[in-house]
DNA sequence: TTAGTTGCAAATATTTTGCAACCGC
DNA sequence: GCGGTTGCAAAATATTTGCAACTAA
């Protein structure tokens, strides 16, 4: 997504473009995926501080204006990744803890057996758990 | 699964057969999909108190017994449900949250692409959120 | 008897909310 | 200046853990 582009999105609801902001947004994307609590200090990091609150609040925003998205990578907390990729869902191999990103044309064929059944899915949160045949199962993956 | 069988799987495991485990293992089978509060409430509507970390260890180990799953129907809290029914995944529709359980035949297609690349997916633990054609389309689902 | 289980309270972890101070437009 | 935003602390939710008492086998 362009620079610009952005900016214009925010202001054109009505929101305001503060510098934390921005800050979520660019470690959103150099995280790649991120729990809130990784944005938090991917932030603090890099630039001055920021509350806790104030990335859960601008996740939210972010996320209803389509510049992020958030889908379950553990049975724990939701991970956010930009949208400036390509629209993707997601492997996750229990043994390996290994994420993989999927184009959505491997998905082709079960949207639209689902759709024919009146069900649009929303394939960037669609999230795949199982493993990798490379990784010997554990108990842990049955 | 017949009644003798999770006496069975629980003790050949080392396991001990308690009142409370038999009363969540009820529970989580008339509920359908349950979180661990829920299936709480239900236990001790039917019959004596228990406590709610004793519904979690007991979650976790019929778990791992396979006696039951869990999958993630809301961006909240887990919901669990019996394998007695037969394995099945789950759409979760964002507009009415209306949860239908689907045959996993109709994941054929995707798992056999996913197995070819390496991956042997957890059909019974997946979701796949969107929503109802049915339904029309709120600020919400976008 | 004895090792697995439970209840309970406290500790963690995660997310949300009220509100006064702050600041982008 | 106005109204959206932020920081902070406290509340709300969800889940886990230590440990003494209890109990299935």
Chains 1, 2 share one sequence.
Not at 48 to 56: D, F, K, P, Q
Not at 82 to 102: A, T
Request: proline share 5%; aromatic share 4%.
């Amino acid at each position: 997504m362009a620079e610009q582009d952005w900016r214009e999105r925010l202001r054109s609801r009505g929101y305001r473009l503060t510098p934390q902001r921005e800050m979520v947004l660019r470690a959103v994307d150099e995280l790649g995926h991120a729990t809130p609590d990784e944005v938090l200090g991917k932030v603090r990091e890099q630039s001055s501080a920021i509350n806790i609150s104030t990335v859960y609040r601008t996740l939210e925003v972010l996320e209803e204006l389509g510049l992020v998205r958030h889908a379950h990578l553990s049975d724990r907390a939701p991970t956010y990744h930009s949208i400036s990729d390509h629209e993707h869902f997601h492997l996750v191999c229990r043994n390996c803890q290994k994420v993989v990103s999927v184009d959505p044309d491997v998905l082709k064929p079960l949207t639209d057996r689902l759709e024919a059944d009146g069900f649009v899915a929303d394939v960037g949160h669609l999230t795949v758990f199982g493993h990798c045949t490379t990784c010997p199962p554990t108990e842990e993956s049955s």
